[in-house]
């Protein structure tokens, strides 16, 4: 089942007025961290890739603790395939 988001939500990456999440697409919602409340579009995953806690991705962010250019890692949470929780920040 697809998680119906609020059309004001906030999409990591797209930064500009009306930019939030599109009908279609498939969101995870980052938790913790830097980005925390942001919606990640995750359509060219499969399933199984989402919700793999191996996977997840290292996100382009200023506002982690590596400063401009650094990244924040968030992983699939096993208790909740809509979200991702930080792992922590890397250079």
Known sequence: MTQQWSPDRRVYGDDGPGQGPQPGETYVELAGGPLDGLLLEVTWMSPAQRAD???GACLITD???H???GRADYAPDPDDPGRWTWRG???
Request: charged residues 15%; hydrophobic residues 15%.
């Open 67 to 69: 400063g401009p250019g």
């Open 63 to 65: 506002h982690g603790a």
């Open 89 to 91: 920040d890397v250079p």
């Open 53 to 55: 806690p191996e996977g």
